[in-house]
């Protein structure tokens, strides 16, 4: 697999469109802390780390929804491997005029934009979520 955070964000979406209750993606510490931010945000209610039956690490991560209408609308993955993003902390662009957020990896770790525009932190872009 040459881009697992885009496997990730590709299971998130399907999951969502097909209205399951969770999601289920093998374990990584960027996408355990893409996870969190997703949490804090409120656009899933949980996630747990367990194994599955050969013994390897897996992500749980339960979806949410507002009368029966997912809350994960969207997700798009904007570096890639074959083309890197980067923005200084002036030039992170605003997601749906605010609506949605932005996740970079900076150097202090996976922040969503607002954080690292207060903390004065530019970064590669990993994803926009709505």
């Not at 209205?19 to 996630?47: M, N, Q, T, W």
């Not at 923005?87 to 150097?107: A, D, H, K, W």
Request: hydrophobic letters at 35%; aromatic letters at 6%.
């Amino acid at each position: 697999m040459t881009d697992p955070i885009s496997d990730f964000l590709t299971r998130l979406r399907n999951a969502s469109k097909a209205r399951l209750d969770e999601c289920v993606a093998p374990h990584s510490r960027l996408k355990e802390s893409l996870a969190a931010i997703l949490k804090s945000e409120g656009y899933i209610s949980d996630f747990a780390t367990g194994t599955d039956e050969r013994g390897h690490k897996t992500l749980v991560l339960k979806l949410k929804y507002v009368d029966g209408a997912p809350v994960l609308t969207g997700l798009k993955r904007v570096s890639k491997p074959g083309r890197r993003l980067y923005y200084s902390y002036t030039e992170i662009p605003r997601v749906l005029n605010g609506l949605g957020i932005s996740i970079l990896s900076t150097s202090k770790g996976l922040m969503k934009d607002q954080d690292c525009r207060r903390n004065k932190a530019g970064g590669e872009l990993v994803c926009n979520i709505w």
